[in-house]
């Protein structure tokens, strides 16, 4: 409705007013309040909002010259072109590609994201642009989101709340996708125009998404009821979100405290971001760059990127809470105490007269809540002005003189794995090597470093590649995306019950696993995530009852062996030697291999390598970086990430302490190695709270519990620790030395490794490395941190 | 071995001023978890302590630890959710206790967990924690009640009070066995009979051996002389001084029963062995009295030294206590023997 009045001609409005007035008494007390303003304020002439409304092309033609009703013709039909393009790359992934969100479904989404992007850069209506491409993504997301369902309940035949977990899973996914291309982009937007173009081309996409969804009948029940049930899975989507495409999906979603915090504290933030981006002066935009939902206080998490031109700070602020019974006087408090430049909260009367009387509140707040005079466009008003004032400040306080204060890489959510999706990087690397084994059979080892990134990979991989059907699992207990730690349930369900394993366990599993792909006429590539913890539990199984080697553990190796025969399984973890247990009869460590594991890749001068990529997110655009920084970083952490992102974080210290202009943030390889000079040495290292879990990580390795528990990850450091402490400088020995250092650790004598043996399985991990004659560590800060690190005084 | 509110003290000093939003802890328990458990939320007042009970499989497998650790906070989510606000209103951290049968000896070389996205303040946040066990490390000051300092004040007591009467005895049969350690013990013009008189009517005067404190300056007690003793002789003079101290109590090797050495008395141990079973029975005498009296004192002054674990001062504790009546036992004996005629 709110579309309606809003695009609709004016004579025409006031032609049908008083059969739209009627019809706005079917809507709620407080809808109809703000749809009767919307009416007024259009029957009076004047809009709502300061966006132009769509623009009906049939309307337009009417008033229109010869020469204008050319242009119009030839926006209709690349507008045309453009549905029709979109149409028939949606219908080629439903038809074929189906849920392949890792490979086929990112391919197409960032072709069809740049597509609609040039086309609203052309284009003087976007707002048609952005209905036509919500429409196709609507109608694909319905297609796939009722054929999946349906496939789960008639031929998987799961019950109902699985089958709508699945969808769930895969609605998480696909939303994924738009925002990672928009996230690629973000940072390095010139002007307004193509911040437009990025916001509305995104929001497109999303709302396309949700709107399918919402449209699925799931049942007894529908998308739109189910949405408002799981925000978490969605709702930190919001921010991206143009003020009209929020709008639409309220007055679709199914009642409840979302829908009316969406409306009252949403769309007033959405219609402020439009409105801050329509009014900027050329390249001083601001972006939504993360977004957070706090379930726990129902709170909405939005932070716009600021202008490179703000030295001060990177991010803005804005909480929006969505339901008045979670805001209290301690959240307010909170958020005003992390610096948030604008709270949008409905608020009890009691509340608000609290707030009215705390100055540094009154500045921030917006009172959401539709009582008494507020309105949704007064929010609307006052977020705008809150948030103009603050870029305002902030910009004003630019000075290219002025020292750095700011420590960008530390924005980087290390911890955080939803901003996680902002942030990421895509390895190319790791689809590759599944790439040159995903026709073979058997059993692949993949093995590397701790926070290398091999978990965030390998759920990249989980889609089909060519004829196979990759399955994604994990045996870490985590609820980030649900369906992932099916397989180590049912196996722990098995060791718990303790009965004679079924003989087809393994592959009724795997199939269980499938979630609604089809792998029936299909190779299976099954790949196991955090597989030292399947293979220990396996291990204290046995040790607690001898009977189950027979009932439950021999039989799975056995099964995974015989799955092994005509698919493909694939182990990831930390230590290549998990899986030798019960060695008298394991019939499966025989058939393991392990292959090179890849860090983020980089060569010399290679500007759009993986490594190249994620500097570029950690620095952001404020800061600029030449080839020999790139390479100087690399050669430090070998392209591990969590220690590059550590590395940089004390890099970025260290120009503060160094009070390095703001205007001379141009980094080179000079710069790294006058840092390194002073915070690349032992007795820093041993201190920096950046490296603070790596040091714990290694003390622990080093220390006599895990020389009985996890001997090679032991012998592994321990050696490390000596190549370095012999060559502080070179950080590399010869072969022979090596092997010296094997003898007077006694690390054959101690648990049977032979020099050669830890080459073999320390270098495919990525904790050493081979250069000629020359052994030494894979990841040189690993390295000095092993060395900075205390062996653990056990009990 | 721990109390609730000795379990709930520590965990309440261990989250002062620290900033991390969840703390650790790992409890060996033989007695009833779940009695506990409510015993502790009854005594937790206002701080987040969340004791858990872990059953079934896990927190076995080093790999899985934080794993295991966040599949038991999700069995546990209501109990989460109940002080989830109490916790994001104060900046204390969220302490789990976890209470187990089995002691913890795991490597912590988990990866980071991500938790559950309704946990309090560092919902949906991956997160390092490292597992404290408290069975090994709580600490408490000298005084703390588990190091039974009462009991090792009577038992201190009861061996001056041996050693008074055992060395009053063996004056009286032959009064040339006493002056060799009499010369290391002699104040001024004191003789060795007078001295012993004085130390009985002085132990006479205890009315709380419970409570007993013997001090160097008064110098009127046996074990005030030996704690003097003690502090003015080198390690390689001590075997002297025991060979005196043995022949003041006239001990016969072939009566003399096996008495283990504290601890105290082995770290001090000589160079060169004790030249006799009854010199190092007299060396052991030596120097548990002086480490029960210095952990007496250090007690009543327990605000000046740092904290220790618990199961230390409380092993420590035993072991001068079982020593200090060990000792007394056989003295006692040799008491009894010695007035009975052959």
């Known amino acids: ?795 | 071995m721990f109390t609730a509110d000795r379990l709930v003290e520590v965990i309440k000093k261990r989250c002062d001023g620290r900033c991390e939003p969840v703390l650790v802890f790992w409890c060996q328990i033989a007695t009833n978890r779940d009695e506990l458990c409510r015993q502790i939320e009854e005594l937790r007042g206002e701080d987040n302590i969340i004791p858990l009970v872990p059953r079934g499989l896990g927190f076995d497998n080093p790999n899985a630890l934080l794993a295991d650790l966040n599949r038991l906070i999700s069995e546990h989510r209501e109990q989460f959710v109940a002080v989830g606000s109490r916790a994001t209103s104060n900046d204390r951290p969220l302490a789990l206790l976890l209470l187990s049968r089995t002691e913890f000896a795991l490597p912590q070389i988990a990866s980071l967990t991500v938790l559950p996205h309704w946990f309090p303040r560092v919902g949906g946040e991956s997160v390092y924690i490292t597992i404290e066990d408290l069975t090994r490390t709580a600490d408490g000051p000298m005084n703390v009640q588990e190091a039974h300092v009462s009991d090792l004040c009577e038992r201190l007591f009861k061996l001056d009070v041996s050693l008074v009467r055992r060395l009053t005895g063996v004056v009286r049969r032959d009064h040339k066995l006493g002056n060799a350690f009499f010369t290391y013990v002699r104040r001024g013009e004191e003789n060795f009979t007078g001295f012993l008189e004085g130390a009985q009517t002085y132990l006479g005067e205890i009315r709380n051996p419970q409570g007993y404190r013997p001090s160097v300056r008064d110098g009127r007690s046996l074990v005030g002389r030996l704690l003097n003793l003690m502090q003015t002789t080198t390690p390689d003079q001590i075997d002297q001084r025991a060979k005196a101290l043995a022949k003041a109590l006239d001990i016969s090797e072939g009566r003399l029963p096996v008495v283990n050495d504290s601890i105290v008395a082995v770290i001090l141990r000589p160079v060169n062995r004790d030249t006799s079973p009854s010199v190092r029975f007299a060396r052991n005498i030596i120097a548990t009295t002086y480490s029960s009296a210095q952990f007496i004192t250090a007690a009543a002054h327990a605000d000046d030294y740092p904290s220790y674990p618990i199961l230390l001062l409380r092993s420590l504790s035993y072991n001068l206590r079982t020593t200090l009546d060990d000792l007394t036992q056989v003295l006692v004996r040799l008491d009894n023997t010695s007035d009975t005629p052959p």
């Open chain 1, 1 to 795: 409705m709110h579309r309606l009045l809003t695009s609709i001609e004016h004579d025409k409005l006031i032609q049908l007013m008083p059969q739209l007035k009627e019809s706005l008494n079917n809507f709620s007390p407080k809808r109809r309040r703000q749809l009767t303003q919307t009416l007024e304020a259009r029957g009076h002439g004047t809009s709502p909002q300061k966006l132009p409304a769509a623009e009906p092309v049939t309307q337009r033609k009417r008033s229109a010259s010869p020469a204008h009703v050319g242009r119009e013709d030839s926006e209709v039909r690349r507008q045309a072109d453009l549905s029709a393009e979109l149409r028939k790359e949606l219908a080629e992934l439903s038809d074929k590609y189906m849920f392949q969100w890792g490979t086929y479904y990112r391919d197409t989404v960032g072709r069809m994201f740049y597509l609609t992007e040039d086309r609203m850069k052309q284009t003087r209506n976007p707002r048609n642009v952005e209905y036509a491409v919500t429409e196709e993504f609507a109608r694909h997301s319905s297609e796939i989101f009722g054929k999946g369902f349906k496939y789960s309940m008639d031929e998987e035949l799961i019950d109902s709340s699985s089958a709508i977990n699945k969808s769930l899973a895969g609605l998480q996914r696909f939303l994924e996708l738009p925002l990672e291309v928009y996230s690629a982009q973000v940072g390095s937007v010139k002007d307004a125009s193509g911040a437009r173009a990025l916001r509305g081309t995104c929001s497109a996409i999303i709302a396309g998404i949700l709107e399918g969804f919402g449209a699925v009948p799931f049942g007894e029940t529908y998308g739109w009821k189910l949405l408002p049930q799981y925000p978490r899975l969605w709702a930190h989507y919001l921010g991206f979100l143009t003020g009209d495409a929020v709008d639409r999906l309220e007055s679709q979603l199914g009642s409840g405290s979302i829908r009316d915090g969406v409306r009252d504290s949403v769309i007033p933030v959405a219609r402020a971001i439009d409105q801050l981006i329509t009014e900027a002066q050329e390249s001083n935009v601001c972006l939504p760059g993360l977004g957070q939902f706090v379930t726990n206080s129902w709170r909405l998490e939005i932070s716009l990127l600021l202008p490179p031109s703000v030295d001060l700070k990177r991010y803005l602020d804005i909480h929006c809470y969505l339901r008045a019974s979670t805001v209290d006087q301690t959240q307010l408090t909170e958020s005003a105490n992390r610096g948030v430049s604008l709270i949008a909260a409905p608020l009890r009367a009691d509340l608000y007269d609290w707030m009215k009387a705390n100055e540094a509140l009154r500045a921030i707040v917006v009172n959401t809540s539709l009582t008494g005079n507020n309105t949704i466009e007064r929010a609307n008003q006052r977020a705008l002005e809150f948030l103009s004032y603050e870029i305002d400040r902030f910009a004003t306080d630019a000075n290219r003189t002025r020292p750095l204060r700011y420590n960008f890489a530390r924005d980087f959510p290390l911890h955080n794995p939803v901003l996680n999706t902002y942030f990421h990087v895509q390895r190319t690397s790791v689809r590759n090597l599944l790439r040159v084994f995903e026709r073979r059979n058997g059993v692949r080892l993949w093995c590397s470093v701790r926070r290398s990134g091999k978990t965030t990979a390998t759920f990249d991989l989980s889609a089909t590649t060519g004829s196979s059907v990759v399955i994604t699992q994990t045996c870490d207990n985590t609820d980030q995306v649900s369906g992932f730690g099916l397989f180590y349930e049912r196996f722990t369900e098995a060791i718990s019950q303790g009965r004679q394993l079924s003989a087809t366990f393994f592959q009724d599993t795997v199939n269980q696993c499938l979630q609604g792909k089809s792998g029936a006429d299909n190779k299976l590539v099954f790949v196991l995530d955090e597989y030292e913890t399947l293979f220990e539990r396996m291990g204290a199984a046995i040790r607690k009852e001898r009977e189950l080697r027979y009932t439950v553990i021999q039989p799975l190796l056995n099964q995974m062996v015989a799955f092994s025969r005509q698919n493909l399984l694939i182990l990831i973890g930390q230590r290549p030697d998990a899986h030798y247990i019960i060695m008298d009869q394991n019939q499966l460590s025989p058939y393991v291999e392990q292959d090179m594991y890849p860090l983020f890749d980089h060569t010399e001068g290679s500007t759009h390598s993986e490594f190249y990529n994620l500097l570029g997110k950690i620095l952001t655009n404020r800061v600029t970086f030449d080839d020999s920084f790139a390479n100087a970083v690399y050669l430090e952490t070998g392209g591990h990430p969590w220690l590059t992102v550590n590395l940089l974080v004390d890099f970025f210290d260290w120009l503060i302490q160094c009070e390095r202009p703001v205007g001379a943030l141009n980094l080179t390889s000079e710069d790294f190695d006058m840092f390194a000079s002073v915070r690349l040495t032992t007795e820093y290292i041993g201190t920096c709270t950046e490296y603070l879990w790596f040091r714990e990580v290694i003390s622990e390795a080093l220390g006599e519990y895990a020389r009985d528990w996890t001997p090679w990850l032991h012998a592994v450091y321990l050696i490390m620790r000596r190549i370095i402490e012999e060559n502080p400088e070179r950080i590399a020995c010869s072969r022979s030395r090596f092997s010296e250092l094997v003898k007077e650790l006694k690390l054959q004598q101690n648990f049977g490794y032979t020099a050669d043996y830890i080459l073999s399985t320390a270098i495919p991990s990525n904790f050493l490395w081979l250069r000629g004659d020359e052994v030494l560590p894979r990841i040189r800060l690993m390295a000095r941190i092993s060395l900075a690190a205390h062996p653990r005084v056990t009990w």
